[in-house]
């Protein structure tokens, strides 16, 4: 299995401060099945600013860890990128790091709205033949309000994204609820851990899983895992017919 979103590399941002905890959060993901872990520290949130060379320096450094300790576990570079007006700029200087520095690039909404210009990059990213992928959806305020937003984003040609705490219950019941409802909506393309550390936000997976087999299909589930392989390889990911469902309900709304 491969994880497309992982806060692995060491004093990077709020992941884990010494490489010994990247190596232990490695071998935690190893025993979860996770073979490839794609590593997207922030970039560009207002807090972090992670530019190519010093996560490819990162990324050289807990490999070397890793393979000193026969761990059969590759880490590859990536960013998780805060949408801003500046990001086509920001690109345009070479600072920004594609996915496995393919062509997907991964995008984080901030927590409580979509930005207006949201829409047009997408359309601009997919203009230079980008492929983004929006990270957990399902946390933002908005898409919880109105999963119909989203839904809009998917049609420009973006990706979904589900974090596996999300649907363990980490976040919250909005944010599983809402997971669960994109992932039956044919909205999520992707499942990813989005791990941190080990003790509140690991890298877990199969429990994720097992629920979305129950709950959406394992055909769903088998489509969720083959698309992060083309994710890391460069190949096309997935894609079914969005159906919203006609009545978006909650009872916590």
Same mark, same amino acid.
């Given at each position: ?33 996770? +073979? ?22 990162? *990324? ?17 570079? /990536? ?17 920004? *790091? ?28 997919? #203009? ?33 994204? *589900? ?40 890298? &877990? ?8 087999? /129950? ?8 489509? #969720? #895992?083959?698309?992060?392989? &083309? *994710?890391?390889?460069? /190949? ?9 469902? +006609?009545?978006?309900?909650?009872? &916590? +709304?």
């Amino acid at each position: 299995m491969i994880d497309t979103h992982s806060h692995i590399l060491p004093y990077m941002d709020d992941g884990p401060m010494t490489i010994q905890e990247a190596v232990q959060m490695a071998e935690a993901a190893w025993k979860e099945g996770i +073979r490839s872990i794609i590593a997207t520290p922030h970039h560009a949130d207002g807090k972090h600013i992670n530019e190519r060379e010093k996560i490819c320096f990162a *990324v050289a450094e807990i490999n070397n860890h890793l393979s000193r300790l026969n761990l059969d576990i590759q880490v590859v570079p /990536g960013q998780e990128i805060r949408m801003n007006r500046d990001l086509l700029t920001d690109l345009k200087s070479g600072n920004l *790091v594609m996915l496995n520095e393919g062509n997907y690039i991964l995008l984080e909404l901030p927590h409580d709205s979509i930005p207006s210009y949201t829409h047009e990059m997408i359309h601009e990213l997919r #203009l230079l033949h980008l492929e983004p992928i929006i990270a957990h959806p399902e946390r933002n305020l908005e898409i919880i309000k109105s999963p119909a937003k989203f839904s809009e984003l998917i049609e420009l040609g973006a990706i979904g994204q *589900v974090t596996t705490q999300s649907l363990s219950g980490h976040y919250g019941k909005k944010a599983k609820e809402t997971a669960l409802y994109l992932c039956k909506s044919n909205l999520i393309h992707l499942i990813a851990t989005d791990a941190h550390d080990l003790r509140y936000r690991p890298p &877990f997976i199969q429990q994720a899983l097992h629920l979305i087999s /129950g709950k959406v299909g394992p055909d769903f589930t088998k489509m #969720l #895992l083959q698309n992060a392989e &083309f *994710v890391l390889n460069h /190949g096309p990911v997935i894609k079914r017919e969005p159906e919203l469902k +006609r009545r978006w309900y909650l009872p &916590f +709304r």
